[in-house]
């Protein structure tokens, strides 16, 4: 538990020093109050040897025995009776203290700033909300592109960025890695394309598009732009809106459960529906592990991730 010394630790004008450690007070309170080397070793997770070592140094610093040793039976000498209670308040207001060190953190509210896709889940973040709360983590965030994402992590504006995957050098300016993927599908109001199944990439084009990035993003900009005409809106509600009221068609996470929306659903397109998804990436400014929201952060978004059921219908809206 101890494992520093108290070093010259002055004591007014005196110059007095303690040469003795914590761990040497801790392993004599212990044996005092367990009575047995073995006992003691056990309860502090040391070995025997450890402990004995510790109980002579400390009576060699104070020049007398704190044990009389009849074989393997230790009995306290007057000297060790008189310091045992004070040995056993040091260590209860040292536990204290130590009780009191661990909740410091406990009582500090740290804060952190986090932009995210508009297609990572919801019920994603609403659970790493909720557990970094748990660690006294608040949490300020917002949707925003990659160009804003990278833009905002720059200017310190946000600590963390969850977006799309673009599979290119970052330089040294910005850190990574992965969190998890996102499938997508193409939809669109039943009365849109209600003669061609399956679409074909001219007549996708011929309709307006509804797109949730206001520039090209990774596989956003290789398999879905393809309309010559784009409508943005990162909103949940008026793309939905937009969606039902057939002003154009839409590629969009599943876990969106736009099948689920009034009149909308998946459409079938000629250049096929199998494996199309999007990775998303975690992304940060070098040196931001000093701090510890952030460096919480980091450990926690891919377990949470993991975890959360990302392919589950988001009725958020």
Not at 209 to 217: K, R, W
């Amino acid at each position: 538990m101890w494992g520093n010394p108290i070093n010259q630790l002055h004591q007014g004008a005196d110059m007095a020093y303690l040469s003795f450690t914590f761990a040497q007070i801790e392993a004599f309170s212990t044996v005092a109050a367990l009575g047995t080397v073995s006992q003691a070793a056990k309860q502090l997770g040391k070995d025997r040897a450890t402990v004995s070592e510790l109980i002579e140094f400390l009576e060699a610093a104070l020049g007398y025995a704190l044990f009389s040793r009849q074989g393997r039976t230790l009995a306290l000498t007057p000297e060790g009776q008189r310091l045992k209670r004070q040995a056993a308040l040091l260590m209860r207001q040292a536990q204290a203290f130590d009780a009191a060190a661990r909740h410091v953190r406990q009582g500090i509210s740290d804060e952190i700033s986090l932009v995210y896709d508009p297609f990572v889940p919801r019920p994603f973040l609403c659970r790493l909300i909720e557990t970094l709360a748990e660690s006294n983590i608040r949490v300020s965030a917002w949707s925003a592109s990659r160009e804003e994402a990278e833009a905002a992590l720059a200017s310190g504006e946000v600590q963390l960025a969850l977006c799309q995957a673009r599979h290119r050098s970052l330089g040294s300016e910005m850190a990574w890695r992965s969190v998890g993927l996102v499938e997508l599908d193409f939809y669109a109001a039943a009365s849109l394309f209600a003669d061609e199944q399956p679409v074909s990439l001219f007549d996708l084009a011929s309709q307006p598009q509804l797109v949730m990035h206001p520039a090209p993003d990774g596989v956003a900009a290789k398999q879905g732009r393809i309309a010559d005409r784009t409508f943005y809106t990162n909103d949940r509600t008026l793309l939905r809106h937009m969606l039902e009221s057939g002003q154009g068609w839409a590629f969009l996470p599943k876990h969106f459960a736009a099948t689920s929306w009034r009149d909308v659903k998946a459409i079938d397109v000629e250049v096929g529906n199998l494996a199309l998804s999007q990775m998303i990436v975690m992304l940060w400014k070098p040196g931001m592990t000093m701090n510890f929201a952030v460096s919480e952060a980091m450990k926690i978004v891919p377990d949470v991730w993991a975890e959360s059921a990302v392919t589950l219908a988001d009725h958020a809206g």
